[in-house]
């Protein structure tokens, strides 16, 4: 299954989003499909942060295509969960970022 179609049955097989600490856990269980997603294909056979800047960018575009197809079907929480993006998320760790960015 594509990443983003995992994010899209996680969100839509959730019980009910009562309150902001049930939205923050979905949130957080986001992410970890996405880390759940990614970190395999890390291994020590990567030769360049050229390779995970790349493996990085399918990660983020699967999540901006699952946050497009929860706009699609005008999900409630759509634009709660677009700002909480995972490529922001991801950037706000400093050794995170500068791998990315030495992918460049």
Not at 24 to 30: F, P, R, S
Not at 85 to 90: D, L, R
């Amino acid at each position: 299954m594509f990443l983003d179609d995992k994010l899209y049955q996680h969100i839509i097989n959730k019980n009910e989003i009562q309150n902001v600490v049930d939205l923050q856990t979905t949130i957080n269980e986001l992410y970890k499909i996405c880390e759940d997603h990614f970190k395999p294909l890390i291994t020590k056979n990567i030769s360049s942060y050229r390779e995970i800047k790349i493996i990085m960018d399918r990660v983020f575009n699967s999540w901006d295509l699952f946050i497009q197809r929860l706009d699609k079907e005008d999900y409630f929480l759509t634009d709660i969960i677009s700002e909480a993006s995972y490529k922001t998320a991801y950037m706000k760790n400093s050794e995170c970022k500068r791998i990315y960015d030495s992918g460049k």
